[in-house]
């Protein structure tokens, strides 16, 4: 029986590998910045009024490695609302709280093929919630957070994203006010869940803690260092401080790469090939595991609510530093790469 040669070629940023150099890296992050920022599709959010006056312009990009080193070009230090973002980290708080099993049974974690507001998915689904990634799983999941009071549950969650962050994270309050005018559809999500006893705390009380953390100001640095905390199984690779478990992380990870894109997640998986989730204020977070995180900030958005430069960005550079988790060949080389669009 004959063997198989093995290659000898180095496969330095093969997803079976390690990260190229600090200065390939830092290379790869400018021009995906340069190639991505006169991508001028897709529409700034306008549903929340305070969103609607957000730049179209501004665009960032921030890859951190779980060595805590830092990579970043553009517009990485300008503030936005957290919004949809914060739905994996509340729902890892969650898990180290009431345990991944109970998590599961109560949340569900399978995608529902609808938009992330669907008040269909909730009566077409027995589960109900579906997944913690989606309003109707999210607000469920915030009912989950420890608390007998809304103030409670607010701490929690703002000192829990503060320690995957690094750093003590604040209210957006002008976001927060418009989204509190502007969250009826939210509020009667909470109250259907109820109806069908799948929410954990007054509906009210709900909806007021998960409008808030959608509020929370964050930076794409920010949104960085948060993703690498999951990268790291739960160690934020800047303070060394572990935030959860390696099981959380795992499972939080597995959610992300399944409903964190919505209706395009199957698209997402197929071309990125990582656990991503998107925000309607413009951020996308991906997580590499073992390797790092990336953040990217443009507020202009494709019909499913994604950013169109943020998901541009986020596959030259899966491709390029070799992280797609179902690659195992060579890293993409200058000029070999198709047109992401």
């Known amino acids: 029986m004959g063997t198989a040669k093995r290659s000898t070629k180095k496969q330095q940023a093969s997803t079976t590998g390690r990260l190229p150099d600090p200065g390939t890296i830092r290379r790869h992050v400018e021009d995906a910045y340069a190639t991505c920022r006169d991508d001028h599709g897709g529409q700034v959010a306008d549903y929340i009024p305070g969103l609607a006056q957000t730049p179209a312009d501004l665009f960032g990009i921030c890859f951190a490695a779980v060595d805590g080193q830092v990579y970043e070009q553009g517009d990485v230090e300008v503030p936005f609302s957290i919004q949809s973002i914060s739905k994996p980290f509340v729902y890892a708080l969650v898990c180290e709280a009431v345990g991944h099993t109970e998590a599961r049974e109560r949340l569900g974690v399978n995608g529902t093929g609808l938009p992330f507001d669907s008040v269909m998915a909730v009566e077409l689904h027995e589960e109900r919630t579906m997944n913690p990634l989606v309003n109707a799983g999210a607000i469920a999941t915030t009912s989950l957070v420890p608390g007998d009071t809304v103030e409670d549950?607010?701490?929690?969650?703002?000192?829990?994203?503060?320690?995957?962050?690094?750093?003590?994270?604040?209210?957006?309050?002008?976001?927060?006010?418009?989204?509190?005018?502007?969250?009826?559809?939210?509020?009667?999500?909470?109250?259907?869940?109820?109806?069908?006893?799948?929410?954990?705390?007054?509906?009210?009380?709900?909806?007021?803690?998960?409008?808030?953390?959608?509020?929370?100001?964050?930076?794409?640095?920010?949104?960085?260092?948060?993703?690498?905390?999951?990268?790291?199984?739960?160690?934020?690779?800047?303070?060394?401080?572990?935030?959860?478990?390696?099981?959380?992380?795992?499972?939080?990870?597995?959610?992300?790469a399944t409903a964190g894109m919505y209706e395009r997640s199957g698209d997402w998986l197929y071309e990125v090939g990582l656990p991503g989730k998107s925000g309607v204020s413009g951020g996308i977070v991906t997580v590499s595991p073992g390797k790092g995180g990336l953040g990217t900030f443009s507020p202009p958005l494709d019909d499913a609510g994604n950013s169109v430069r943020g998901q541009r960005a986020t596959r030259e550079l899966s491709e390029r530093l070799g992280l797609n988790l179902f690659a195992s060949g060579e890293p993409i080389v200058d000029g070999d790469m198709d047109d992401p669009r």
């Open 153 to 256: 549950k607010w701490q929690l969650v703002l000192r829990g994203l503060s320690r995957f962050a690094g750093r003590d994270l604040e209210l957006d309050e002008e976001i927060l006010a418009s989204e509190s005018e502007s969250n009826r559809r939210n509020r009667g999500i909470a109250h259907l869940l109820r109806g069908y006893d799948q929410l954990y705390f007054d509906p009210d009380g709900t909806t007021e803690v998960y409008t808030r953390q959608c509020s929370i100001a964050v930076t794409v640095h920010d949104l960085a260092i948060m993703a690498a905390t999951l990268a790291d199984g739960g160690v934020n690779p800047v303070t060394g401080e572990r935030v959860v478990d390696a099981g959380t992380s795992r499972r939080v990870l597995a959610v992300m």
